[in-house]
């Protein structure tokens, strides 16, 4: 009797072991054929490269009011409604820049091989902004005296 039990609980665990064997297998199945979880490509990276800003300095060759360029050094730069333009510590526009005077900031290089400015400074870096960077500098340090 202790023989038929033992043989009927192992049959039974078989036949479990077996009923679950192909919801396994499906389980298996389903999960090998999703989609692969996304990994950055090499590429992208390059792009984020490309996009970064970088850095111009030097004197202003040309500026041409109607085209919205200027040109420093040998690059000719595209200015834009978004470019931020300074003049010391004011802002500025365009019609500020002349020619001969320095100019620097940063330009991003487009797919189109573009130059667009995000920032453009005419005449040299002032005291204030040398110190910390920011043109504000310069405004606190004359409210504390």
Known sequence: MTKSIAKLNLIGLLAVALAALPASLV???????????????????????????????GNLKAVDKTAKTI?????????????IITKGDKPATLEDGVVGEVASGSYI??????????????????????????PEAKKEKAKKD
């Open 27 to 57: 389980a298996k199945e389903s999960t090998t054929n999703a989609p692969a979880l996304e990994k950055k490509p090499a590429k992208e990276s390059k792009a984020a490269k490309k996009s970064s800003k970088l850095p111009f300095h």
């Open 109 to 134: 290089k487009g797919e189109d091989g573009k130059l667009t400015v995000g920032k453009l400074r005419f005449g040299p870096k002032t005291a204030a902004v040398e110190k910390s960077g920011k």
């Open 71 to 83: 040109s420093v050094g040998e690059m000719t730069l595209q200015i834009t409604s978004e470019t």
